[in-house]
């Protein structure tokens, strides 16, 4: 399948040039500048309703987990798209080589308006963790069209601005998304219209998505009419040869090994999936060995057997890019160790307004966005980003020590607000910066693949950061309720306890917590102190990030060099796809 000498790179771009409309010769001859122009709009309508989506829904995930009891399973519902988007991101970039990425972008429609679909009618938090799970992989299709497009079409010295732009709608949905939640949802105790703010999205999606269809579709039957599309015969195989391939190249044997390891690692230690209790020593055990089991497994069959690894052993031999992508997983790790439950955090200590507790969740993506353009702009011009490399670790554990001083009964919105923009524009310096040098690091053909890692490694350590968040909520919060209670003197129940645990949006509900009461207070009290453990986790985080900015190269971007990454000149010269 693979021809003597030619590196999976080098096969996965020949299949791109090969299968698609979007290829060299596609773009250089099919694909006018009208037609460009179009696509590009297409794609920017496209990304701006997957980001005002995503900043809408994120403001439901409270009210939904808390209306099945189920509030501290959210790191556990981020777990499994961390697991997700780490699995499926490259093999969605080797199924568009497959079969085309017309039809990648279907898929992917199609399986997010089933995941919108099935979010508005669930009855239970299993049912809610499925669909995040359709709605996270269509959502990575979408991405992995944008790139694309991006990768396609411009110079790699362009490429870190046309990401930005093309994520400039956060800018906008920052504000516009929590008034949308706000206006969507009715603040009543038997409101369920967050339901209603999952399914729209299925009907908005499907048709802003024509236009670039459409166009994908026209422009694929107009290369087949002018014989620049050189498709495989498909047809002429057989369904189990096919599916054979697919099986091979998108190495399911690994995604289901990782998977599989990932899901019994982190079910069991957050403790909320049914276990046979009594015969709980046997479970764990038996757990045990199985992990270890995967652990041996995953790395022999990725380096050995498979011949389309998720994780390549060459993927690590430079140390540019080995630090980039490690100092990229304990970024993440730390982000996610705090994140998951700041908006939990929000509404029981600060406010119970969806909106403004949405425009405090976003301070953080406004700014890193903003001060991320100001990195792509400089970078283009000055051709150095290394200095954003060792401004923004110090600045990003400046703003977690900040947010923990700032955890006090009266503490103020102000204060909060700021340490939230320290904490942005660090993951404006310090991601954009990091993603340029792994990308100026890499041999042409290793550009996309390299990014991809990078985003998949940045994955990885969410799912973990997660992971370990979820533990310590779950068995941190009932110890610091029993003790601010009794030191308090209020009288818990166990019903009590699962209402501030499991359903914390429906605390102002009920007389004995709602705020000014010692019920309120004790609440606070436990809340605050579990977050900053928390956050001081993620600065323990940090301290390995640091270490890998220690060992970063300063690497100068010379223009005349980097013109040759663009990657439509990467195609057509390259002699191993000729």
Not at 83 to 90: C, D, F, M, R
Not at 547 to 559: G, Q, R, S, W, Y
Request: charged share 15%; hydrophobic share 50%.
């Amino acid at each position: 399948m693979i021809s003597d000498g030619l590196s999976e790179e080098s096969y996965l771009l020949r299949q791109k040039t090969q299968r698609d409309v979007e290829g060299v010769e596609d773009i250089s001859v099919i694909w006018t500048k009208q037609s460009l122009i179009i696509i590009y709009i297409s794609v920017f309508v496209v990304m701006y309703c997957i980001s005002l989506e995503s900043q809408t829904t994120s403001n439901f995930i409270l009210p939904a987990t808390s209306s099945f009891g189920k509030n501290s399973l959210i790191p556990l519902i981020n777990t499994i798209n961390g697991i997700l988007y780490t699995a499926v991101k490259q093999q969605m970039l080797r199924l568009s080589g497959l079969i085309g990425i017309m039809e990648v972008f279907c898929i992917s429609l199609l399986l997010y308006d089933i995941g919108c679909l099935m979010y508005m009618i669930s009855k239970n938090i299993i049912t809610f963790i499925i669909s995040s799970i359709f709605h996270t992989i269509g959502t990575t299709g979408f991405h992995v069209l944008e790139q694309f497009v991006i990768t396609d079409t411009s110079e790699l010295l362009n490429r870190g601005l046309l990401n930005t732009i093309l994520n400039i709608p956060l800018l906008i949905n920052v504000w516009v998304g929590p008034n949308l939640a706000q206006s969507i949802y009715m603040p009543k105790s038997d409101s369920e219209q967050w339901r209603w703010g999952y399914g729209i999205w299925a009907i908005v999606l499907s048709v802003v998505s024509l236009p670039m269809v459409s166009i994908l579709y026209l422009n694929r039957l107009k290369a087949k009419e002018m014989g620049l599309l050189s498709i495989e015969d498909n047809h002429s195989r057989t369904i189990c040869a096919f599916i054979k391939r697919l099986f091979v190249e998108l190495d399911l044997v690994g995604i289901i090994i990782l998977s599989l390891g990932f899901s019994l690692f982190f079910f069991q230690l957050i403790h909320e999936f049914p276990v046979l209790y009594d015969a709980k020593s046997v479970y764990i055990s038996s757990i045990l060995i199985i992990l270890i089991v995967l652990c041996v497994v995953f790395p022999l069959w990725e380096f050995h057997y498979a011949k389309f690894p998720i994780f390549s052993k060459g993927l690590f031999k430079m140390e540019e890019i080995t630090i980039g992508y490690f100092s990229s997983f304990f970024y993440f790790m730390g982000f996610y160790l705090y994140n998951n439950y700041f908006t939990t955090y929000l509404y029981v200590t600060k406010s119970n307004s969806i909106k403004r507790i949405g425009y405090l969740n976003n301070v953080f993506s406004f700014t890193s966005t903003i001060v991320a353009i100001f990195v792509g702009i400089f970078v283009k011009y000055n051709k150095i980003y290394r200095i954003f490399v060792y401004i923004g670790s110090p600045i990003y554990i400046i703003g977690i020590i900040f947010m923990i001083y700032n955890l006090r009964t009266d503490e103020s919105v102000m204060e909060m607000v700021i340490s939230q923009a320290i904490i942005g524009i660090s993951g404006g310096f310090y991601n954009m910066s990091t993603l340029v040098g792994i990308q100026i690091s890499s041999t042409r053909q290793q550009v996309a693949i390299n990014t991809a890692v990078f985003l998949t490694l940045a994955s990885v350590g969410g799912a973990i950061g997660s992971a370990i968040s979820g533990i310590v909520w779950s068995n941190l919060l009932p110890k610091m309720l029993n003790f601010y209670s009794k030191y308090l003197n209020l009288f818990l129940t166990p019903s009590d306890y699962l209402l501030i645990i499991g359903s914390p949006f429906m605390l102002d509900q009920h007389v004995k917590f709602a705020k000014g009461t010692v019920g309120r207070m004790v609440i606070v009290l436990a809340y605050n102190d579990v977050m900053r453990t928390l956050y001081i986790c993620s600065v323990i985080c940090a301290v390995p990030m640091l270490l890998c900015v220690m060992f970063t190269e300063n690497i100068h971007i010379d223009k005349t060099a980097q013109d040759s990454f663009k990657v439509i000149d990467m195609y057509r010269d390259s002699d191993e796809l000729k």
